[in-house]
């Protein structure tokens, strides 16, 4: 059974840092690309952030582009997300999502971010 | 950026009815589109891929049509679970996804 169980959400301060991480199960993670997706509160999905397979490929929307640092571990079947110099409007659940042929056909239950002074 | 655009915002129906949810794309995504369900609380699940194959275990009530710029996602007979949040993913544009803002089925 494929598992994403992301971790390391919390209260961050506007300018703080934190680094979100996406433990992989069922599934020969190595092979996939892996997303980052977030939702504010109450509002729609916003894809953020992309990594291919072996590291080679990453992309950025441009509302994180000089901030966010994707990356993974492929020894430790984990994704992770490096975020600095938040926003209020990061304020979101982020979820890591896996990319088959550019669908995202598995999704983790999400890690809140907040960022309030 | 290819910009989607769902309707309506909100559909108010009964089960046992058929529910019909649009998208429509800013510039042809081809088949490229893809259809999500998310009920309160829970992380969005997939449905249909490529504007019309649904995706492993997805009941066939769900079925998707269209390509180019119009899609359609049909809900043949509403199941109590069916209401829910539904949005709309295109792939055209690789690497930069975007997500259509939501249609939310709500029980008449």
């Known amino acids: 059974e494929v598992q994403l169980v992301e971790s390391g959400g919390g209260l961050v301060k506007p300018g703080g840092s934190l680094r979100l991480s996406c433990a992989a199960s069922g599934f020969t993670f190595s092979s996939y690309s892996m997303n980052w997706v977030r939702q504010a509160p109450g509002k729609g999905l916003e894809w953020v952030s992309s990594i291919s397979s072996s590291s080679s490929y990453i992309y950025y929307a441009d509302s994180v582009k000089g901030r966010f640092t994707i990356s993974r571990d492929n020894a430790k079947n984990s994704l992770y997300l490096q975020m600095n110099s938040l926003r209020a409007e990061d304020t979101a659940v982020y979820y890591c999502a896996r990319d088959e042929a550019d669908t995202l056909d598995y999704w983790g239950q999400g890690t809140l971010v907040t960022v309030s002074s | 950026e290819i910009v989607l655009t769902q309707s309506p915002a909100t559909l108010s129906l009964s089960p046992g009815e058929r529910a019909t949810l649009s998208c429509r794309a800013s510039?042809?995504?081809?088949?490229?589109l893809a259809w999500y369900q998310q009920k309160p609380g829970q992380a969005p699940r997939l449905l249909i891929y490529d504007a019309s194959n649904r995706a492993t275990g997805i009941p066939a009530r769900f079925s998707g049509s269209g390509s180019g710029t119009d899609f359609t996602l049909t809900i043949s007979s509403l199941e109590p679970e069916d209401f829910a949040v539904y949005y709309c993913?295109?792939?055209?544009?690789?690497?930069?996804?975007?997500f259509g803002q939501g249609t939310k089925v709500e029980i008449k």
């Open positions: 510039q042809s995504v081809s088949s490229y």
């Open positions: 993913q295109q792939r055209s544009n690789w690497p930069t996804w975007t």
